[in-house]
């Protein structure tokens, strides 16, 4: 059996410090026989010198396209638009299965190498759970900076904090407000409830049952909500236009957790671009005022935190990497993305 290789990618989005395996999980999986080369990166939160010691290979930032085709190259945000063949199996979050800006050509791109991709989001259990997720803290900063919108006292550029920062902004900014996170039960709808929590506010929560049926007048009338809903099939929409126009509206503050703008599964097709660190709240109406954040990279904000819950859930899927299993899973919704959208190929079946 060849020795596994993973080739760990400095990330090229400019605002990404998270990492999705850390210093410790890295010497674990050396102790274990996995090779494991790391790109150099100035902005990841781990500094490369904590890799080095922990027995990794060092390389130049960008230099995974070079590197053996065997080797498996892991990162979270997505690629470059170089170069235009994919030769590798690459584990990051590719967004490429439903109809993504963008999908198809990506999809296109590892055809044409003969690679694959290995999409954390499809990384499941046999009952279909997610395995490595950072939804926890992708609820826990959207409603964080909600609240502090909300209330006035959100610095802005957004920059990298830690929880200890965050949670003492939360607890020292006042104001009564009228919350709602939907998807309440789940890993983002938890952070967002912690967060809240550390806010002084007991929000309203609705999961599956609320949304099946969906009282749209009392969505309106909190101040503030905050949607962790992700959803697999098209469902009708949480928030239309109309919503939006209502001159009774009581809705303030609208942080999208999810942020599936784009896809015909989005469940606020209200907006079709993204807000970002340097302009992180957008106005979506004057009269009266809703204000949007729409940050695809909400956890990259706390990235020691987020990089470490992460890391340790990947862990004992990489040291278990193969073609069954989970990973088997993955490839399979690979191939089932490649039919789905008319373009074939794919060569690592049976690798």
Request: include cysteine.
């Amino acid at each position: 059996m060849t020795q596994l290789h993973l080739w760990l990618r400095h990330e090229s989005r400019s605002t990404e410090r998270r990492t999705p395996i850390v210093p410790a999980d890295a010497a674990r999986l050396v102790e274990n026989g996995i090779t494991l080369t790391v790109e150099e990166s100035p902005q990841r939160i781990f500094p490369t010198e904590e890799y080095e010691a922990a027995g990794c290979r060092v390389t130049a930032a960008g230099s995974w396209g070079t590197a053996p085709r065997d080797a498996v190259i892991v990162g979270l945000k997505e690629l470059p638009d170089e170069p235009a063949e994919l030769t590798h199996r690459h584990i990051y979050f590719g967004h490429a299965y439903k109809g993504q800006p963008g999908a198809e050509a990506l999809l296109h791109r590892f055809v044409a190498g003969g690679g694959a991709l290995l999409d954390l989001e499809y990384l499941v259990d046999d009952e279909g759970r997610r395995l490595a997720a950072f939804g926890y803290w992708a609820g826990y900063i959207g409603a964080a900076l909600a609240v502090l919108h909300h209330r006035g006292v959100l610095d802005t550029p957004l920059r990298p904090t830690a929880k200890q920062e965050l949670e003492e902004q939360l607890r020292t900014s006042g104001g009564e407000v009228s919350a709602l996170v939907v998807g309440a039960l789940g890993r983002s709808g938890r952070g967002a409830r912690v967060a809240l929590g550390e806010a002084g506010i007991a929000p309203t929560c609705w999961d599956l049952a609320e949304t099946r049926a969906l009282d749209r007048r009392a969505l309106l009338d909190h101040e503030l909500m905050v949607n962790t809903v992700l959803t697999t099939r098209p469902v009708p929409p949480f928030l239309t236009d109309k919503d939006l126009d209502d001159p009774d509206r009581r809705l303030r503050t609208l942080s999208d957790v999810t942020v599936d703008v784009g896809s015909p599964m989005n469940v606020l097709p209200i907006y079709d671009t993204t807000t970002d660190w340097e302009h992180p709240v957008r106005r979506l109406r004057e009269r009266p005022p809703l204000d949007l954040i729409a940050i695809d990279n909400l956890p990259s904000l706390l990235p020691r935190e987020a990089s470490t819950d992460f890391s340790g859930s990947l862990l004992p899927q990489l040291l278990d990497f193969g073609v069954t299993g989970p990973w088997g899973r993955c490839l399979a919704r690979f191939h089932e993305a490649l039919r789905e959208s008319g373009i074939g190929g794919g060569e690592f079946d049976d690798d």
